[in-house]
T-cell receptor, first 115, second 113 residues
């Protein structure tokens, strides 16, 4: 069964450093998302991406964040200058196009620890 | 302001019983409501979707109801098993092109022998 994959599974970085989190969505999906979950809190939407551009972003997704689909398979989230409060699980998700295909498939997540 | 509340942070039930989880929302007009399962350290896994014009949806031992007047969804697991122990998330789907999910805080279900 096709699945969303994410690398790395765990990333440790120093405050102020740049990190890139990588995702490979399911191959025929067209909508891509990043969510995050701070330990013990709810899953929060960050950004959605369709047709090579951002469709929607939350207040969390400020100028420090960016997303890119550099080739036909990868979808990346970059945090330019990490802060302590960026420590969280980051989940990538994807779904098929069309209003009937609303199920989102989530990856296993990347645990980001900012020291 | 918009709120999604899952009334129980944790629910403990005995194997074989029916678990009922509640999701209430305010200041939303969702077109769809979804339920996901999340195991520790893992991503959410889709379980069921129910549309605003549907009252009830079933899938094997799972049943979801949606009352847009009460602004509430109930999620039932019948004949519960220890393997059903997980956190269950309610998520509202906003209409629009991107269809971002807005999640509740989740209910942690523990099924004991």
């Amino acid at each position: 069964e096709p699945e969303v994959t994410q690398t790395p599974s765990h990333q440790v970085t120093q405050m102020g450093q740049e990190v890139i989190l990588r995702c490979v969505p399911i191959s025929n999906h067209l909508y891509f998302y990043w969510y995050r979950q701070i330990l013990g809190q709810k899953v929060e939407f960050l950004v959605s991406f369709y047709n090579n551009e951002i469709s929607e972003k939350s207040e969390i997704f400020d100028d420090q964040f960016s997303v890119e689909r550099p080739d036909g398979s990868n979808f990346t989230l970059k945090i330019r200058s990490t802060k302590l409060e960026d420590s969280a699980m980051y989940f990538c998700a994807s779904r098929l196009s069309g209003s009937g295909y609303n199920e989102q498939f989530f990856g296993p997540g990347t645990r980001l620890t900012v020291l | 302001s918009q709120k999604i509340e899952q009334n129980s942070e944790a629910l403990n039930i005995q194997e074989g019983k029916t678990a009922t989880l509640t999701c209430n929302y305010t200041n939303y007009s969702p077109a769809y409501l979804q339920w996901y399962r999340q195991d520790p350290g893992r991503g959410p896994v889709f379980l069921l979707l129910i549309r605003e014009n549907e009252k009830e949806k079933r899938k094997e031992r799972l049943k979801v109801t949606f009352d847009t007047t009460l602004k509430q969804s109930l999620f039932h697991i019948t004949a519960s098993q220890p393997a059903d122990s997980a956190t269950y998330l309610c998520a509202l789907l906003n209409t629009g092109t991107a269809s971002k999910l807005t999640f509740g805080t989740g209910t942690r279900l523990q099924v004991t022998l």
